[in-house]
């Protein structure tokens, strides 16, 4: 087995996470499983993962976890940037501040984690930077403004990145999953807040729920389990010579190509169709 280095894995009480912590640790590496709450953890650490506290939006948090698995290893060898969630809703009545939740977490607690552990990856000349992109972040479809936007703006900056630290060592690779059944759905559809009663958009709040209920759930065309993904995580991380991109699923293969030979007016009304035109 090709050495790694240690392995850093945020979001991992759930979802692709937890099954990323399982593939790189069946594998044989040595994993940090990090979540804001390590008591969800406790099976992970039964098949030997380490465990580390690691909300991705908190500094100290987040120079501690990359400081101890440095005092051990002297570099992390694969960060996976997997926390994240989806804020949804009308882009009217979204609050500035939701929307700041929403790139402190997917973007920008993902840019720090990479920043902070370049400066030993540089010295010791590799590491690898895999972030857990989305479709999301190639195709921008109603309703889901903010968490396409934070996929989008995390596209963008892999691709400023990319070349930056490739002469030092370091890849930076971007797994880009289509719908999976994992808890991602209930956060996303708690997101979608209730509106206050002279709300125009209650209608298409309600519609949201629906259409996003019918897109991600378990069995909807498309749609994978956890398992499947980290598969790919796991051969972002390790293979020797990764691609840049790993488009995973049929939706995530084949939705920005067919975004990109439709004229925008046509997307927009077949969107408002799938959630009925006027909202009611
Ligand atoms: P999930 O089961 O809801 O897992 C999300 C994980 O992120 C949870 O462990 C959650 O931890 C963690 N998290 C959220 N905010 C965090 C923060 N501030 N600090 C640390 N951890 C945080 O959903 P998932 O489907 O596995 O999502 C994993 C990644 O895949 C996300 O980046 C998502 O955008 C991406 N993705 C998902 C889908 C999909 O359809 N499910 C499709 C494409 C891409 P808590 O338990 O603390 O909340």
């Known amino acids: 087995m090709r050495d790694i280095g240690p392995v850093l894995i945020t979001g991992c009480s759930s979802g692709v996470g937890q099954a990323a912590a399982r593939a790189f640790r069946a594998a044989g590496f040595e994993t940090f499983a990090t979540a804001r709450n390590p008591d969800a953890l406790l099976e992970l650490q039964a098949i030997g993962c380490r465990l580390l506290p690691l909300d991705v939006t908190d500094e100290p948090a987040r120079r501690a976890a990359v400081e101890a698995v440095e005092a051990e290893f002297g570099a992390v060898g694969v960060l996976v940037n997997n926390a994240g969630y989806a804020q949804y809703g009308p882009l009217e009545e979204i609050t500035l501040d939701d929307l700041r939740r929403q790139f402190e977490t997917n973007v920008f607690g993902a840019l720090r984690l990479a920043q902070l552990v370049l400066p030993a990856m540089r010295r010791v000349g590799r590491g690898r930077i895999v972030n857990v992109s989305s479709v999301a972040g190639r195709v921008s479809v109603l309703g889901g403004g903010p968490y396409h936007a934070s996929k ?3 596209e963008a900056l892999t691709d400023a990145l990319r070349p930056e630290v490739e002469p030092f060592g370091v890849k930076v690779v971007n797994v880009l999953p289509g719908p999976i059944a994992t808890r991602f759905e209930s956060t996303l559809l708690k997101s979608i807040a209730e509106p206050g009663a002279d709300s125009p958009y209650a209608p298409f709040r309600k519609h949201l729920a629906r259409r996003m209920h019918e897109f991600l759930r378990a069995g909807s065309f498309g749609v994978m389990s956890a398992e499947d993904v980290a598969k790919i995580v796991l ?16 939706v995530a293969r084949f939705g920005p190509w ?13 969107t408002r169709w799938h959630m009925s035109s006027k909202w009611n």
Do not use: N
């Open 152 to 154: 989008f703006a995390l």
């Open 235 to 250: 051969k972002a991380g390790a293979t020797p010579r990764p691609r840049t991109r790993y488009h995973v699923g049929f």
């Open 258 to 270: 067919g975004r990109a030979l439709v004229p925008d007016r046509l997307v927009d009304a077949a």
